[in-house]
Nanobody, 125 residues
Framework: QVRLVESGGGLVQAGGSLRLSCTAS????????LGWFRQAPGKEREFVAA????????AIRDSVKGRFTISRDNAKSMVYLQMNSLEPEDTAVYYC??????????????????WGQGTQVTVSS
């Protein structure tokens, strides 16, 4: 059974940092693109960042450029989202997702085959 499990969320003050991690089991994900999405209350789930299987191609949401960084460790089947200079607008449940057998970094939810359960990030002002 394929599973993605996020961790690292929590409550942080504006300007602070968090590092989200996502671990994968059930498949190696070494040939998959991995992405992060987020969903705030009352809003649709939106793209945050994605990284191809090689780790060299990435995409990131404009509103978090310069603050968030996505990376992966294929040996550990892990993907990370380093979030710095957090703002209250970043408050959301953050989900990781896998686009199987792809090196394309997609911002479309429909591109992803597997999803985690999410981890809550709350940024206080």
């Amino acid at each position: 059974q394929v599973r993605l499990v996020e961790s690292g969320g929590g409550l942080v003050q504006a300007g602070g940092s968090l590092r989200l991690s996502c671990t994968a089991s059930g498949r190696t994900f070494t040939s998959d693109s991995l992405g992060w999405f987020r969903q705030a209350p009352g809003k649709e789930r939106e793209f945050v960042a994605a990284i191809g299987w090689s780790g060299y191609n990435t995409a990131i949401r404009d509103s978090v450029k310069g603050r968030f960084t996505i990376s992966r460790d294929n040996a550990k089947s892990m993907v990370y989202l380093q979030m710095n200079s957090l703002e209250p607008e970043d408050t959301a449940v953050y989900y990781c997702a896998a686009d199987v057998d792809s090196n394309v970094v997609s911002a479309r939810r429909e591109s992803y085959d597997y999803w985690g359960q999410g981890t809550q990030v709350t940024v206080s002002s």
